[in-house]
């Protein structure tokens, strides 16, 4: 593959452009743009999704979600769309321009509104991730957070997003160009990942580089993830602990703004080209790249070589050359790793390896991590981020219809915590956190969501600062929950507790009179009368409360904490 390192075309105006633009700015419709539209306009401004010139227009889109080519015939597999909502969509005429601001109400961008559509969201699940299924988290947001109308249209840059934490290491696509010209590096191979370097890497990346007679770029998306994944400040120091590990004047690290969507075959594909415009010639595709787990069947989502094979057949037109991923493992008899292809005599070898299941098991328990499989430097900077469960904050969410015993089993399990002691205890129950957080809300789906996303937003703060929250809301719907879940699980557990109390029972007990009242049509969009209770799937536990002392119950959910290793028996 022919390396060409002259500069690319990014979307930058002038310094003095940029000026007047801003100043011009301030009198624009203003969108606000989501964390994933900051990470994808950052790389429409400065190349890193060249040949892309702003959001997509309606038939870029189709031709993408259809074929993963744009209007104009050239190669790319993702669509980088702007979504709004309904409501601000009324508001954007096609022809006007917007100013796009980041979350701070910086202005970053003008943008020029060529296209405004309403998008098949459920073909574009089915085409872009195989499957329009909720359990991918692509497909989840897609359906879930994402607006509901699309605009398309070129882009004007006017400054990048600011960036606080480790400046030194983020380069645009040009200045890692500058950099390999600099070098007089002719071939370069990119390592993506989202994970902590481990032994194994190294050597991937080691032998990689070598198969390749390449110089080596560590390049990790510290931009949007998978949900649930160790948080980039962690793995970013884990990356400075072991670069030491490798030839300085070899082997570069920078870090990529981007936001994944986790989409296996397609995102390898995008990866490439992404690498391509930074500048590289070769990139290393791993089994499952970008592989986001399992189905609502339990499957995974992609075959463990799709990704390789579409690569593959696009490789010589994207002019980046794919290196294979080698599963590497661990010979104790050789003290090495190697290829678990390559082991001939592996009937008479003692062959080691830590899945990532395991690595998490061993680092929630305190369990020792041996050396063979990662450095003392990057085990340290994961168990500060990561301490063992029983020193981890975590979240009790509690969900069931009105009457159900939330309350009164939060309130006994709150007691019991509070008498072992260890960690600060909070109870954010639902008629608590109304007055006290949400007196202005009403009983909307909308406002109940914000109500629950609120009690969220609190719990996860008390998880990430090692306390335990303890939440009893009706929370009735899955998606919000769910929602609620991907942010408390950044920091700590979340445990989900179905209390199944049925709606005769709740009725029978009900000392309001609350149901009586709605089965009269004197309260509207009550929950299990009028308005709908989507039934936990996989609770972590699921509490029969009917003729069960309350004591009971509580005492069910401290021997399930005792289990997770979350409490010590």
């Keep these: 593959m022919a390396q060409d390192l002259s500069p690319i075309p990014e979307l930058y105006v002038s310094y003095d452009s940029a000026l007047k633009l801003k100043a011009e700015a301030g009198n624009l419709t203003s969108h606000d743009l989501t964390p994933r539209q900051i990470c994808d306009l950052e790389l429409l401004m400065n190349g890193g999704f060249n040949p892309l010139k702003g959001f997509l227009t309606e038939a870029d889109y189709d031709g993408v979600v259809e074929n993963m080519r744009l209007a104009s015939g050239a190669l790319w597999p993702i669509p980088i769309t702007l979504d709004v909502s309904q409501k601000e969509a009324d508001t954007i005429e096609v022809g006007q321009d917007i100013a796009l601001r980041d979350q701070e109400g ?39 957070q994402a607006g509901a109308v699309y605009l398309g249209g070129p882009i004007t840059g006017i400054q990048q997003p600011v960036h606080y934490d480790f400046r030194a290491r983020r380069d645009t696509p040009n200045e890692l160009r500058a950099y390999f010209r600099k070098m007089g590096w002719r071939k370069v191979v990119a390592f993506q990942t989202r994970n902590p370097l481990h032994r194994a890497h190294q050597e991937l990346t080691f032998r990689a580089a070598k198969e390749a007679q390449a110089n080596l770029l560590i390049h990790p998306i510290v931009g949007l993830t998978k949900p649930g994944d160790i948080d980039h400040f962690t793995r970013v120091r884990c990356y400075e602990a072991v670069l030491d590990q490798y030839p300085s004047s070899t ?56 990704a390789q094979d579409l690569f593959r057949e696009h490789q010589e037109e994207m002019d980046i050359e794919m290196v294979d991923f080698k599963h590497m493992v661990y010979v104790q008899d050789r003290a090495q790793y190697e290829p678990a292809d390559e082991i001939a005599d592996k009937d008479n070898v003692t062959v080691l390896n830590i899945s990532g299941t395991e690595l998490r098991r061993r680092l929630a328990e305190g369990i020792d991590i041996p050396e063979w499989f990662s450095f003392p430097s990057v085990v340290e900077e994961l168990r500060k981020s990561r301490p063992a469960r029983a020193k981890q904050g975590f979240t009790v969410f509690f969900t069931g219809f009105s009457g159900s015993g939330k309350s009164t089993i939060a309130n006994a399990l709150m007691v019991k915590l509070m008498e072992m002691g260890g960690r600060p205890v909070t109870l954010l129950d639902g008629d608590i956190v109304r007055k006290n957080l949400s007196s202005e809300l009403g009983f909307s789906k909308e406002h109940r969501d914000l109500n629950i996303r609120r009690i969220g937003y609190v719990a996860s703060e008390i998880t990430k600062n090692g306390g335990i929250a303890i939440c009893a809301p009706i929370a009735p719907y899955a998606t919000t929950r769910r929602a609620v879940r991907e942010d408390i699980e950044e920091f700590g557990a979340f445990i989900e507790i179905h209390v199944a109390t049925s709606i005769e029972e709740c009725e029978r007990r009900d000392r309001k009179g609350l149901y009586k009242l709605a089965r009269e049509g004197k309260i509207k969009e009550f929950t299990g009368i009028s308005d709908p209770y989507d039934v936990p799937q996989n609770p972590e536990l699921s509490l029969e409360t009917e003729s069960v002392e309350v004591d009971n119950c509580a005492h069910q959910v401290i021997l399930k904490l005792e289990s997770m290793g979350l409490i010590k028996g």
């Design 251 to 306: 082997t570069a690290m920078s870090l990529l703004n981007l936001a994944m969507r986790m989409a296996g075959p397609r995102e390898a594909v995008w990866h490439g080209l992404i690498r391509k415009n930074h500048g590289c010639t070769h990139f290393i595709v791993g089994r499952d790249h970008a592989g986001p787990g399992n189905n609502s069947a339990g499957e995974d989502f992609y075959g463990p070589y799709d």
């Design 106 to 144: 910086m202005i970053l961008a003008t943008m020029t509104i060529t296209d405004k559509w309403t998008p098949n969201k459920a073909n574009e699940a089915e085409k872009v991730f195989g499957a329009d299924d909720s359990a991918h988290p692509a497909v989840n947001y897609l359906h879930n």
